[in-house]
């Protein structure tokens, strides 16, 4: 016997219920797509002119900056809790500003006038008692009025010198050329004396991204003067090829032993990046290749934002020091800011507006009547960004 039931008619959606799912479905992608491009397009709407190299952009960085040169800063404006770091920054927001303003004096001629002084302002500032205090205090003895020694003293000596040199590399007659012979005479000595190729920074410290910077120095100095220093230069660069990369990132060792010359401490982005600009100025090539072995293997992107890993695969680190600054899940500070040099140098523009649109987001650019700074700048901050920033493209060769 068949027992009929009651069948309800199959539930169909009604229009209106229709409407809401879809609406609903637009809504959520629209969201998606709305968290994905406009974070991006917003934080780097400057992107573009910072690439391009637009005057009045980099003059508002340059005005910015110069507030904090007018103040005659000293190690008291830094807090790093070690007065050797309070000492490194003071040297260091002098010399990245002074290559910030020549870069942009370079850049855009028309703008010397105002640019020159302040990039003359920063040499005499590097040339101060108090800026050279904290190399003095680690070697116990003062790297001016030992020139003819042997010790190193790269801390001080290579980074104030590459601001002499710079400024004489655009006018042969600057003010401090006398001190930039001297300073530069030393360096030639020491890195050709050594079986490494490089100077210590400290007693026992020795660092291949401050030997880059007293290269540098050497090399803009030789260029102003057109004395030749090409074999130390090339020997310098072979070494460093051969010695203090890491064959299978092509990072550059952090640092390495005084006496053999072995690593110490592992390939880092932060240290291979700023290698990297300054060697720009060195040996072009040498810089392209580790802005490449950092974009092959480095670089994290995510909606339009990239940073750049500290460490490279198979290496361990910790939560960063004062070179790296903060590492945050294995993302280096100091190295995402260090790279958009690097990209711009080495036409890499791409990466360079995801780069600037994460230092947008993360430094917080203002613009006022003083010019541009950065929120979580202060004077270091913004002279190592105004320097990278309006880094130039790097040459072919250096003639």
């Known amino acids: 016997m068949t027992i009929s039931r009651s069948q309800s008619p199959p539930k169909t959606s009604s229009p209106s219920r229709r409407r809401k799912i879809i609406r609903s479905f637009v809504s959520v992608a629209l969201f998606a797509v709305t968290t994905a491009i406009v974070p991006h397009l917003w934080c780097g709407r400057d992107a573009a002119r910072l690439y391009r190299g637009d005057a009045d952009v980099q003059e508002g960085l340059a005005r910015g900056v110069a507030t904090w040169i007018d103040q005659d800063l000293g190690t008291d404006q830094y807090h790093t809790g070690s007065s050797q770091f309070n000492g490194e920054w003071l040297l260091m927001t002098y010399q990245l500003a002074g290559l910030g303003f020549g870069q942009t004096a370079l850049t855009h001629p028309e703008s010397r006038a105002r640019n020159l002084p302040m990039l003359r302002k920063c040499c005499a500032r590097v040339l101060k008692p108090n800026a050279a205090s904290f190399d003095a205090a680690a070697w116990s003895e003062d ?171 198979g290496y361990q680190g910790d939560m960063g020091d004062v070179d790296s600054g903060p590492v945050i899940f294995g993302l280096s500070t100091s190295g995402t800011a260090f790279a958009i040099a690097s990209a711009r140098m080495h036409g890499d523009e791409a990466l360079f507006r995801e780069l600037e649109s994460t230092l947008t987001l993360v430094a917080a650019p203002t613009s006022t009547r003083e010019g541009n700074k950065f929120l979580l700048g202060g004077p270091i901050g913004d002279a190592l960004l105004f320097a990278l920033l309006t880094a130039q493209p790097a040459p072919k060769e250096v003639s």
Request: charged fraction near 20%; charge should be positive; glycine fraction near 8%.
């Open 143 to 313: 790297p001016v009025k030992t020139l003819s020694g042997k010790n190193g003293h790269a801390g001080y000596l290579g980074y104030s010198n590459v601001v002499l040199s710079y400024d004489r590399w655009i006018d042969p007659a600057a003010p401090d050329r006398a001190v930039n012979d001297r300073f530069t005479a030393a360096l030639v000595r020491r890195m050709t004396a050594s079986p490494t190729h490089l100077i210590e920074t400290y007693p026992g410290e020795t660092y291949p991204a401050d030997n880059c910077v007293a290269a540098a120095s050497i090399a803009l100095a030789g260029r102003a003067t057109g004395r030749d220093y090409s074999p130390l230069l090339k020997a310098f660069g072979a070494s460093l090829r051969t010695r203090y990369l890491d064959p299978k990132s092509g990072m550059l060792y952090q640092s390495v032993s005084s006496e053999t010359g072995k690593p110490s401490g592992a390939p880092r982005a932060s240290g291979t990046l700023f290698a990297a600009y300054f060697l720009s100025f060195v040996d072009p090539k040498l810089s392209a290749d580790l802005f490449a072995a950092i974009r092959r293997n480095q670089v994290g992107e995510l909606a339009g934002f990239a940073a750049i890993r500290e460490y490279p695969a």
